[in-house]
């Protein structure tokens, strides 16, 4: 009867204290530590953690996600063993384009990157971002972009013509005429221009070709005056508040006449419009600009003059 009770006790204790022991061995065994390595916005971490799930090693670590950020792999995937877990923090940038302003929320790493993934954008080849495309994107940062369009144009322009002039003494000294006409010639010019955003910025000549020369326009002047008895003495010049006064004696007002100084051979015709001078000795009074052509305006009178009445 004893021996009976001992094996009744013993089996008892197997059954609830060691089966219980095995459980709890196993259910310790079945929450061992995992290694996760852990790379969070350029950061490195290595953290042992009994997390079943991404999302409960998140929650475990404290780590907190946007709405915009990415974590690889997924928050339902269980964690068995070492593993890797990334996470992409979204940086908000502004984008300022064709005089509009834009936010948005971007994962990639360069200025282009994150440029080629607006849809709204289309950056060509020839664009340019400020700062370049190549800098790295970092939270809040405003980018530029300026669309460049380099292109080449041909225009024809005119070639504007020199006026030649020459003197004929055949010719009244009044006539003034075109002897041949003036014609404008044509080039062809090819140009590299370069426009930013719409607007020209630069113009640079590639090539200029002549595709018409121009024609010299000539003008005559009649040089030959046809004059009347001439009469010696001095001349004069005096300034008038009316505007420029010739006076003289014995030429009728609204006539011209030819003064010439005989020490220097240097001649005018001007056109009488006073009468005087009153000194007998002077027989003809200039304005200043006349009197210059002739004489220094320092000296005041010049003696030795001839002044002949205009006939033609």
Known sequence: MLLLFVVVVWQFWQIFF??????????????????????????HFQINSRAETVADFLSEQKINLSEHDQVYPHGDV????????????????TIKENKKTSNAYTLQNTIEQALW???????????????????PVKNEMTIVVTHVLIKEEIKNLDIEYKTISNEDDKLGWRVRKVTQKGEEGTKEVKYRVVYNDGKEISRKVLES??????????????????????????????????GALNAS????????????????????????????????????????????????????????????????
Do not use: C
Not at 120 to 135: C, H, K, Q, S, Y
Not at 224 to 235: E, F, H, L, N, T
């Open 78 to 93: 269980k964690i068995n063993g070492s593993m890797r877990i990334i996470i992409q923090r979204a940086k908000k940038i």
């Open 117 to 135: 993934e607006n849809k709204d954008i289309v950056l060509g080849e020839d664009d340019v971002t400020a700062p370049a495309r190549n800098m």
């Open 18 to 43: 060691v089966g219980r022991t095995n459980a709890s061995q196993l259910q310790n065994f079945n929450q061992q530590e995992n290694r996760i390595l852990l790379f969070d916005g350029g950061l």
């Open 209 to 242: 070709n002549i595709i018409k020369d121009p024609v010299e326009e000539i003008v005559t002047q009649g040089t030959y005056v046809k004059v009347g008895k001439p009469s010696r003495g001095d001349a004069s010049y005096y300034a008038s508040g009316w």
């Open 249 to 312: 004696r014995s030429i009728p007002r609204g006539g011209y006449a030819k003064v010439t100084n005989m020490d220097n051979g240097k001649s005018v015709i001007v056109k009488i419009n006073d009468f005087g001078p009153q000194s007998p000795q002077r027989i003809i009074d200039l304005d200043y600009v006349s009197f210059s052509k002739i004489a220094d305006l320092g000296q005041g009178i010049a003696h030795n003059v001839k002044v002949e009445q205009v006939l033609n």
